[in-house]
């Protein structure tokens, strides 16, 4: 079992920042690849951006230019700094894992979801 607690959420103005944080403890050897998701209010649950165990990063267009995620495999955690921030950005976020890139965005995460942690976009 891999334990994932999001962190680093909050209200910010349109094209403000934020940067959030993911910290996995438990049986991390399972963890490949790992994804930030997010879900707004009536809407299904996207992966917004995935970080492979090499580094290798893969963005939905909406975030592109904008979200970079990053992890410190030292720290056992994944981050997703998040800029020119824009109200259709406001959504609960996840981060969640997959056993490859491959996997995380075909087959989709493999561990249990937490909490999330919420940003809003709003003047």
């Known amino acids: 079992q891999v334990q994932l607690v999001e962190s680093g959420g909050g209200l910010v103005q349109p094209g403000g920042s934020l940067r959030l944080s993911c910290a996995a403890s438990g049986s991390i050897f399972s963890i490949g690849a790992m994804g930030w998701y997010r879900q707004a209010p009536g809407k299904q649950r996207e992966l917004v951006a995935a970080?492979?165990?090499?580094?290798?990063?893969n963005y939905a267009d909406s975030v592109k230019g904008r979200f970079t995620i990053s992890r410190d495999n030292a720290k056992n955690t994944v981050y997703l700094q998040m800029n020119s921030l824009k109200p259709e950005d406001t959504a609960v976020y996840y981060c969640n894992y997959g056993s490859s890139m491959r996997g995380i965005k075909t087959l989709g995460p493999i561990g249990s979801w937490g909490q999330g942690t919420q940003v809003t976009v709003s003047s």
């Open positions: 970080v492979s165990s090499g580094s290798l990063t």
